[in-house]
């Protein structure tokens, strides 16, 4: 009674209009990478690569900062991978490099042909 009856749509134009139409479909996920690579990944390969340097620069008088947060200063290097640091006199831990945080204060360079004053 007061039900109307359902026509079928006329069909539309065929599909298969190519590759731009696959090119706008994957245009979103294309810049989602975009930004994703802008925003997150390329400025922690800056951070990882400046972290890599300031390890391999470390040498004997550094005044360091570890992970945990203890403060020393680099009295060797025991063998690649580890350091040797002074917390306190007459105290010293061997540390992995890679858990020093940061790098307070450079030790001045020797100069083994300065004359004594």
Not at 57 to 72: K, S
């Amino acid at each position: 009674m007061f039900v109307t009856p359902a026509y079928a749509q006329a069909a539309g134009a065929p599909a298969g209009g190519g590759i731009t139409d696959i090119f706008i479909q994957l245009m979103p996920i294309l810049l989602l990478v975009v930004i994703f690579w802008l925003l997150i990944f390329r400025p922690q390969q800056k951070r990882m690569k400046a972290q890599q340097a300031m390890l391999s620069a470390i040498r004997r008088g550094d005044t360091v900062v570890t992970t945990g947060g203890i403060v020393g200063k680099v009295t060797k290097a025991v063998d690649g991978e580890d350091l040797e640091v002074e917390i306190a006199p007459t105290v010293k831990v061997k540390l992995v490099r890679g858990m020093i945080a940061d790098v307070r204060s450079k030790a001045e360079p020797v100069n083994d042909n300065k004359p004594a004053a």
